[in-house]
């Protein structure tokens, strides 16, 4: 069988189960009364381990095997659980995940994982969990009598004993296919140990089946060889006495069940009889075809832009409701193909939870890591980008914001820290607050790590407020660490996280409290592929704003333009706001100044700047597209748009004008 055409599935399944397996450790870690939780992550590991065997990964089925040991014995109250234990299923979970990630890579899968599967046997000493040896098998007196019955109708009454290979990981899966062999030659009468027992693997690698069935003994030991792993199969008639001696042997109480039970022909099994309406009311899709669909529907959304501008220059009635009807169709298309693109922020928080207890254990500290709003959703595009920053922004919460335990007791606190993360919808937004506890931001020490490294001189020094002092830490190679670690120290992190952040259209602004915490608040566009924006004029070219950008528009009068060294900056409600004139940073050719400035007023966190255009031609609806590899790094475009007419627009990135 080849299979490669499961191997999507089966990345994609593993991960749900390992994640799964990750929050639940983590819960259980809290409170390890709760044998609940074990069995989740009980039935996560069997599930993995069984794909994992059957798609030929087997150093990941190996190790997944010998967690189920060690989670078996902690269900059945044959180990007592404590940080080794937990530690060592964790180092699994990461071991696992590195593997699932060499295969989704195209890897074999393999790796070394000899240490850990020794320190999960020391764990469980090596001790077989509540294992039933198949030796025997009881013949209680309604078994017999049934056996009797049964002989006397001209059926075969067989002792079957299976024995698997001990290297078999699938036992339970591969005597469900003995069993199920068996069924569709006659009926089982009893096993040993029981099904229950056989099904939950409680046996050792071998089990007792009594059949009664018209098939002969070599057929039936031909059928059950071709299960594989199926290292024998040993089969003796049962003996048995007729009915007329069974007779005066019988109790009326066996007798009495004796009349309820009739072997005929081998019967469907009440699931086979009776199988449930699958409810799932979801499929999986692969995400490239939710990108063609989205390719293509923003074809569609500049043709709606073409055709709506030929309807105003026709002025034609039918047309003009032909056409807003589409544009309301084509609306609601856009919503519902753009709902399908939106994925849960939980994806990315899920992985955060782990990442914390490891990096307090590291660094000695208690921290206890809230997640609020983890349903919020965003595109999938974004989705893709933010998983970094909020990596940063958590470590730098961690080592430099909470502080070790006994700090946090003589300042009055508690010893555990507390770190919150929260999503949210605001608008066409998506809020992400990363907000801790701990010891905030020094200003003294932050200005005299800028004055040492010259990212600022005195002079300007002592004008910042403290919004402007907090927002040097995301300056590149800033660090306030004495000491380089593996957690921070280097400089690198918060520049990147801003920068990513307003590549991404959105902002990043931090509030501080120095002695009583911090909070990063990461303003986000819920989709970066349509936008809305406004349109501008400059001589004969158009450009593109977006919207998320734009505080509001304005006509400035010549007289009302001031010039401060040497740069035009108008009043703008009480503040002074630069003028950047766009004609003159893209040399736009043939540009004449009218008696006015038409002035764009944008942001960018708390800065403001105005941008002089000739006209705005209005709010529009546009397609992202990318500049591609021909104009890579084009100072202040972000990409470009197709218009109704068919000539592009370019797309001005605001956060770049701004310093």
């Known amino acids: 069988m080849d299979m490669n055409q499961y191997l999507e599935v089966f990345i994609e399944e593993s991960r749900e189960h390992l994640q799964n397996v990750n929050d639940q450790l983590m819960r259980f870690e809290k409170n390890t009364d709760d044998l609940g939780y074990v069995n989740e992550i009980f039935r996560s590991a069997h599930t ?62 393999q790796l070394d994982v000899k240490l850990l599967v020794q320190k999960l046997q020391r764990i469980v000493a090596e001790e077989p969990v509540a294992q039933h040896a198949a030796s025997s098998i009881e013949y209680d007196e309604l078994v017999e009598t049934l056996l009797s019955q ?152 500049i043709d709606r832009g073409r055709l709506e501008q030929i309807s105003k220059e026709l002025n034609n009635s039918e047309l003009d409701e032909t056409v807003e009807r589409m544009s309301r169709i084509s609306g609601d298309l856009q919503t519902i193909i753009l709902n399908m693109r939106m994925v849960p922020v939980e994806t990315v928080f899920n992985r955060f939870p782990r990442m914390v207890r490891q990096l307090s254990k590291d660094l000695g500290k208690q921290i206890e890591l809230q997640i609020v709003g983890a349903d919020t959703e965003l595109d999938r595009t974004v989705i893709d980008e933010i998983g970094d920053p909020l990596v940063h922004l958590l470590r730098n919460a961690v080592d430099h914001g909470i502080e070790m335990p006994q700090a946090r007791l003589e300042n009055g606190k508690n010893e555990k820290g507390t770190i919150r993360l929260k999503a949210y919808h605001s608008g066409n937004h998506v809020f992400i607050d990363l907000e801790d506890d701990g010891a905030g931001i020094n200003r003294e020490k932050v200005l005299q790590k800028a004055l040492d490294r010259g990212i600022i001189d ?22 306030t660490a004495e000491q380089i670690s593996d957690v921070s120290g280097r400089g690198v992190g918060l520049d990147v996280v801003k920068n990513t952040i307003e590549s991404l259209g959105g902002s990043v602004t931090i509030d501080s409290s120095e002695g009583y915490g911090s909070r990063f608040s990461i303003q986000l566009p819920l989709t970066l592929s349509i936008i809305s924006a406004l349109l501008v004029q400059m001589s004969e070219e158009r450009y593109a704003l977006p919207l998320s950008s734009i505080i509001e528009t304005a006509i400035v009068q010549p007289k009302e333009v001031m010039h401060v060294h ?30 006015h400035y038409s002035v764009v007023i944008v942001k960018k966190g708390e800065k403001t700047a105005g941008l002089i255009v000739d006209s705005f031609i209005g709010q529009q609806e546009i397609v992202l597209k990318s500049l591609g590899h021909y104009l890579p790094g084009v100072f202040a475009i972000s990409g470009a748009t197709i218009l109704g007419d068919g000539q592009v627009a370019l797309i001005i990135d605001c956060n770049a004008l701004i310093k």
């Open 458 to 479: 005195g002079k300007t020094a002592e004008t910042l407020t403290d919004k402007q002092v907090y927002e040097l830490i995301f300056a590149s190679g800033f660090s």
């Open 150 to 301: 049964t002989v006397d109708q001209g059926f075969n009454a067989f002792e079957i004993t299976v024995q698997l290979e001990r290297t078999c990981l699938l036992k339970a899966a591969r005597a469900y296919m003995v069993f199920d062999v068996l069924e569709q030659a006659g009926d089982v009468i009893k096993s040993a140990p029981t099904v229950q027992d056989i099904e939950q693997e409680k046996f050792e690698s071998s089990f007792i089946v009594i059949l009664v069935t018209n098939e002969s003994h070599e057929k039936l030991q031909a059928s059950i060889m071709e299960v594989s792993e199926v290292e024998s199969v040993k089969i003796a008639a049962v003996p048995v006495k007729k009915e007329t001696e069974m007779e005066e042997l019988v109790s009326p109480e066996v007798a009495a069940a004796i009349q309820e039970v009739t072997v005929s022909a081998p019967s469907k099994s009440p699931v086979e009889e009776k199988r449930q309406p699958s409810n799932n009311k979801t499929i999986r899709v692969n995400i490239d075809r939710l990108d063609s669909l989205m390719n293509l529907f923003e074809e569609l959304v």
């Open 48 to 109: 993995l381990k069984g794909m994992s065997a059957t798609m030929g990964f087997d150093d990941l089925a190996q190790l997944t095997h010998k967690m189920e040991n060690v989670l078996d014995a902690v269900r059945n109250h044959q180990l007592d659980v404590h940080t080794e234990v937990l530690d060592a299923l964790f180092e699994s979970v990461d071991a696992l995940e590195i593997i699932v990630q060499s295969i989704s890579e195209g890897g074999d899968g």
């Open 566 to 595: 040497g740069q035009k900056v108008i009043d703008f409600r009480g503040a002074i706001i630069p003028l950047i004139d766009l004609k003159e940073l893209f040399t736009v050719p043939n540009s004449v100044q009218g008696d």
